[in-house]
């Protein structure tokens, strides 16, 4: 109601409204359908979840599934960057208990 009646191009709301709309001459509408599903009034897309075993841990904390599978292809430098920052914790946390032990 308090949009003015001449609506432009350049308009966002007129814009945002008209790709919101579900027409049923679409060809595409029921592909969106099945895969796209409401949440807090927008529209998410709902895309396939990894359903194996524990993945290895990595850097980024990405799960497997929809843009990768899960099989860790390295030369292996994750899992000694891994093992080389546990080692230095463990022996920060000795050294700490060691120089504080009389105290």
Do not use: C
């Amino acid at each position: 109601m308090s949009k003015p009646l001449a609506r432009y191009k350049d308009d966002e709301d007129l814009d945002k409204m008209l790709k919101d709309q579900d027409r049923p001459e679409d060809p595409m509408l029921a592909f969106i359908k099945k895969k796209s599903k409401v949440k807090n009034g927008a529209k998410v897309k709902e895309e396939p979840k990894y359903k194996g075993p524990a993945p290895p841990p990595n850097r980024y904390n990405i799960m497997p599934g929809y843009r990768w599978d899960g099989v860790d292809r390295s030369n292996g430098f994750e899992k000694t960057l891994f093992s080389k920052i546990s080692d230095k914790k463990a022996t920060d946390h000795q050294a700490f208990k060691w120089s504080t032990e009389d105290m």
